[in-house]
């Protein structure tokens, strides 16, 4: 398809409110024309290293919902609503409790991100697989789907929820939203009514009714909130398909309409982004994953303290002090000296510099509150200050060591491992993978999750792969109050 | 308490995306300040007059929940939700399903708004029960509480959405902002947080969750998702309540944050209408309840069309054209020309205007597929012309008649009938909620749930109420797919 014109995107102003909004006439039926492809494709139209990366993405995903399973936003989480759960079909990965599918689909969005260690699409800083893969895997364990059709409705569900973050990023991040539950919405809905068979008509109206639940505000990271983004963005998707699904019908053109989505929470819609090469240019396939367990904007500073602790070894007491050069959106994001909890932790490019340094670590483990608190990191931490350049990238660093003998080490990172520029190999994802999951269902288990997870295309039922998750936690799972 | 010095308000360019956000320092802590209020009023500080209002609100409210129960709208909302409920403490108000409370506040939330009668805030066009009332009373089924405990938490939960919504109003409604839905969630949050007891620090955690919910797009008009709104708002702020029961943190500074709610959704952030004078004006004392079951804006008209309708008797047969000089808002939410169903019916001042004129008609009656489809109405309808007038006010209208013989009538409107101005009498509201409740659950329950209602101070279990709502419905129920 080629470019849209411009005037596509012309702007009025619009009443007496100085809201500047698109005008109907000319802008092409987003929404119209994306049904189409969803409905329309199948999942031999999608190319095999899509598919591959798709199944990477997965498999990434799975080893971080059982990851963070146990964490206490959980716990709580799971007290609140396991007294409004319907019949428990659908599994908390890593968790004995089970719930109905759209309570399951908010749980896992939430396990899933609960330690920032997930995958991240980096031109908008989606996180996209906590949205659509935990509707999606809650509704397989309903509604019993095929490997292949599973990863094909994943593919898709991503690859709408990241053109359409792409089409209003990143002035609508910039104005507050978290991307990765506005965008997320739709892509659950896309993924999960493409699941259930909903007709174009119907898939519409999921569009529709996911444009009118976008919601999640950046206000909220650093605090558990944070994670029930992509939670709610999976329930949330799932519920607008099954709605859809019962006729329950809503606007068909929820993205572009003048009050639509993209232009009530963006002033930037560039439907170009949303409607070009479908089918022959893949964001899904542009997924990388977290080697760090924390916001993407602080991995090359921890790449680069790793890299600077294995080179000087035994000196890493000897520093005096550290000074980072970065991109101001570093420490807009993680800014916060004086980090208290693992979770301010993840805020805190001081903290996870010192903890890359003292212990080698960008793990879950470095941002526990113990880990936080420790004085060994917190000494160092103090002794780091941080200079914004607009002028270096928001992937590069450059770290710069000055010893108590007045000698000095500079380290530059143009591009931190997990970029795409330089991504993590599918060892690497097993190895993270192992690590994480072991500690909640055991290292048995985790094998046996991890060999079903790649096995994907293969498997009769998805369902299977919910119910190994399960693995030992049974003895393992603290009470939350069911 | 004094106004807030302007500099409270004061805005800054922020980053590079010409977001221009309030910066911290500078303003009040407005969430905190208002949690404070919420947490500590007793029934007894509430002034007689307000809660006679309150309760007009509550008696109105279950009229129009009672009367909006067999819409096709809540058939297919209940066909899509049932499968998904969890144990069944909570009566969709009207029919004989039961749900789990948090379902049963979306389904009450859509029942009670789906025909456009129920209640008006008209500084905000905020329809302020719905979102409160149905998460309150489906609690109330869980977790016993008073009828005077339960005034209480409705009258504090509609003043909490009002003054939130007066506070970005009206920038964050013309964005394309359903301020029903996104101020609706703080009101149902602050609702069911006072009636289960939160901590001050819970509840302001309880307005992180409902900030980060807040959502609802105008686009959805005219659709069946624009009675979600009311219905997921009431769902959603009960979740709130919930989540920060069980200690899951949020924001505490929801509301006024840089990237809380009032600076991502509104170019108007006016704290002093959410801290001034708290405890001594009510906004909650200003709702106004609908005689017509439709859009507030196109209220003028009908009541003018049945003045005129009234005066002429039978030579409304003999009307050629009629002339409608509005003000422009009218016509842009209320012009289209040739509705087709009854839903699309309350969106056209032309129907409207013909169904009064030809029936007297602005009750539900009035807005069915067929009344809209009539050919005297249609008739009629295309024979009406209207003019958008910035200088006449949005609460008025000037109907001008020309007849058959040339001679003309005019008629101005200053304020329709159920406006502050002409509030509805309680026999006013008693006659439409007959009128409503009767043809659902029949006249015998109907007088008894009316008389409970009124009665509400006075209960010891509110969920008495909802028992008496389902009446002989059991028996008219259509199937719902449960």
Request: proline share 4%.
């Amino acid at each position: 398809m080629a470019a849209l014109p411009a005037a596509c995107f012309k702007k009025v102003k619009y009443m007496s409110s100085n809201v500047e909004i698109a005008t109907n006439a000319e802008v092409p039926n987003v929404t119209s024309q994306l049904v189409d492809w969803i409905v329309d494709i199948k999942g031999s139209d999608i190319p095999t290293e899509v598919r591959k990366e798709g199944l990477r993405t997965f498999v990434n995903w799975i080893g971080c919902a059982v990851g963070g399973a146990h964490h206490e936003t959980v716990d709580r989480a799971l007290a609140a609503v396991m007294p409004f759960s319907g019949t428990a079909t659908s599994t908390v990965l890593g968790r004995p409790e089970r719930l109905d599918a759209l309570h399951a689909a908010l749980l896992n969005g939430i396990t899933s991100h609960v330690l920032d260690y997930d995958d991240t699409h980096l031109k908008t800083i989606i996180h996209p697989a906590g949205p659509v893969a935990s509707a999606l895997l809650a509704l397989a364990e309903l509604r019993p789907m095929s490997g292949k059709d599973f990863l094909t409705a994943l593919i898709v569900g991503i690859e709408v929820e990241c053109r359409i973050g792409n089409s209003v990023y990143p002035n609508h991040y910039d104005r507050g939203w978290h991307i990765t539950g506005t965008a997320g919405v739709f892509g659950a809905a896309a993924a999960t009514g493409k699941a259930i068979g909903l007709s174009k008509q119907q898939m519409r109206w999921a569009f529709g009714l996911a444009a009118t639940q976008a919601s999640g505000l950046r206000e909220m990271f650093g605090t558990m909130t944070k994670s029930f983004h992509p939670g709610r963005a999976a329930q949330n998707g799932l519920m607008s398909a099954l709605l859809a699904e019962a006729n329950f019908d809503s606007s068909e053109r929820g993205i572009e309409a003048p009050r639509g989505f993209a232009n009530v929470t963006s002033t930037k819609q560039d439907y170009s982004e949303i409607l070009d090469d479908l089918g022959t240019r893949w964001e899904s396939a542009l997924n990388s994953y977290k080697p760090f367990a924390c916001g993407i904007v602080i991995h090359p500073t921890i790449d680069g303290c790793q890299q600077i602790r294995a080179e000087i070894g035994d000196r890493v007491s000897a520093i005096k002090s550290i000074h980072l050069t970065t991109h101001p959106l570093v420490l807009e994001l993680t800014g916060k000296k004086t980090p208290r909890t693992g979770l301010e932790g993840k805020f805190s490019v001081y903290h996870s510099a010192a903890a890359a340094l003292l212990k080698g670590d960008g793990a879950p483990t470095a941002f526990t509150d113990e880990m936080v608190n420790l004085p060994e990191i917190t000494g160092l931490r103090d002794r780091i200050t941080a200079t914004a350049d607009p002028e270096c990238h928001e992937a590069s660093v450059t770290i710069d060591v000055t010893f108590e003998d007045g000698s000095r080490l500079s380290k530059h990172v143009e591009r931190a491992i997990g970029s795409k520029d330089v991504p993590l190999t599918n060892e690497q994802i097993d190895a993270k993978f192992i690590t994480q999951s072991a500690l909640v269902i055991g290292e048995e288990a985790t094998r046996e999750l991890l060999a079903a997870a790649w096995n994907l295309e293969a498997l009769s039922s998805v369902a299977d792969i919910a119910g190994i998750s399960v693995g030992q936690s049974q003895t393992k799972a603290k009470a939350t109050g069911s």
